[in-house]
């Protein structure tokens, strides 16, 4: 999986979580074909339908972003953690080591995921709500939350996105709107 790689929101494939407590979609992990163990990086939106605990990733740094619904409560039992992820588009990031728990605050939660492996990847995660330039990144993801964007020429509607790997790419972000916000995601060597 080299090059850019157009995707849509509504054809991403939707698996159930083992402990029936919500979805995930998968946008890309990266490299292609491994397992939940043995991935670089991984971009998902997970809905969350049931209070529980998260699955602890050993050695991955993980950003969670509330992208619809009333949010969670991210907490560890010994209060190191006690995060309200009640603001949409505001991305907080914390350890995959950590064993989290997470109370839904109202409704079902739908969230933006970013994992990256430990001292081989990090990411820059930022929601974009004006023309921007992105740097180049050998990897990452742009997704339209809001609005419509013109990315390097290409429309991306809400819902619409791309996704690249093994090819460094920069872009020209242009929203074509006040209210259009544009999920940015550049994966970088450690």
Do not use: Y
Request: charged content about 20%; glycine content about 12%.
């Amino acid at each position: 999986m080299s090059g850019v790689q157009r995707f849509s929101r509504a054809t991403l494939p939707v698996t159930p979580w083992k402990n029936g407590g919500g979805t995930t979609q998968e946008i890309v992990s990266w490299p292609r074909d491994v397992g939940l163990d043995s991935f670089g990086w991984r971009v998902s939106i997970a809905t969350i339908a049931a209070s529980g605990p998260f699955s602890v990733f050993a050695g991955i740094d993980r950003v969670i972003t509330l992208l619809e619904g009333d949010g969670v409560r991210l907490f560890t039992h010994d209060a190191r953690i006690d995060h309200p992820l009640d603001v949409p588009l505001q991305p907080f990031a914390f350890s995959g080591d950590e064993a989290i728990d997470c109370t839904l605050a109202g409704g079902t939660s739908t969230d933006f995921n970013v994992m990256t492996r430990r001292g081989q990847w990090r990411a820059d995660v930022r929601v974009l709500g004006s023309a921007t330039a992105i740097e180049a990144a050998p990897h990452g993801v742009l997704l339209a939350l809001r609005g419509a964007w013109q990315v390097n020429g290409q429309q991306l509607l809400a819902g619409e996105g791309l996704h690249w790997a093994d090819a460094s790419h920069a872009w020209q972000a242009l929203p074509e709107g006040p209210d259009a916000r544009l999920m940015a995601v550049r994966i970088l060597p450690a």
